[in-house]
């Protein structure tokens, strides 16, 4: 059996992926999120960096990027139940009591509609926090597709713009513009790995 080459240094950055742009390495209609990286990091020792999970084109906030497979398993597994934090903008404003409610029924875990490749699924029980009327703060353990979107529509109400602003231990480093990104230190790669096994 080959195997695969296991590259000799260990990569880890933090993106502040921008609006518009795809977790793809290659795409015909839109700009990737690897176009900011200079042509040799795109490739160490022959293994290629990928991102840790994905958002989609029109969400944008913290995004990892690795050369380490069994790093980004780990925070992508639903099992290690990861906390993923969104800043969300809702179309239509959600009275106090209706406020209340979204909470209740997000964090008994709502059946998520079926949207494109997903069926209809259930969802794990979420967090909500609310800003104002049409601004509010979710928490998932989950990666299903579209789920933050599908959360909302399944309460009568509409994402109109998404931020994921932390990922387990990790927020998103306020200093970084939108597809700009650096190295994670040492300590917030192993705060990572600590949100696992905690």
């Excluded at 932390?166 to 927020?171: D, K, P, Q, V, W």
Aim: a positive charge.
């Amino acid at each position: 059996m080959r195997h695969k080459k296991q590259p000799s240094k260990y990569y880890y950055f933090m993106m502040n992926k921008a609006s518009g742009t795809v977790c793809s390495t290659v795409s015909d209609r839109r700009h990737t999120v690897y176009e900011v990286f200079p042509a040799g990091e795109l490739n160490v020792d022959g293994v290629k960096l990928h991102t840790v999970g994905r958002l989609d084109a029109d969400t944008e906030g913290l995004l990892l990027l690795t050369n380490d497979g069994k790093f980004s398993d780990f925070l992508s597994r639903p099992v290690n139940k990861i906390q993923k934090t969104y800043l969300v903008t809702l179309k239509n404003c959600v009275s106090i009591d209706a406020q209340l409610e979204y909470k209740s029924l997000a964090s008994a875990g709502l059946s998520l509609p079926a949207e494109k490749k997903a069926p209809v699924q259930q969802a794990n029980p979420a967090s909500i926090e609310w800003i104002d009327s049409t601004k509010c703060r979710i928490s998932v353990t989950e990666g299903k597709f579209h789920e933050v979107k599908r959360i909302f529509r399944a309460l009568g109400n509409e994402v109109i713009a998404l931020k994921r602003v932390s990922f387990g231990s990790l927020e998103l480093d306020a200093s970084l513009a939108p597809g700009q990104y650096r190295n994670l230190t040492e300590n917030e790669v192993n705060l990572l790995y600590n949100n696992i096994f905690c």
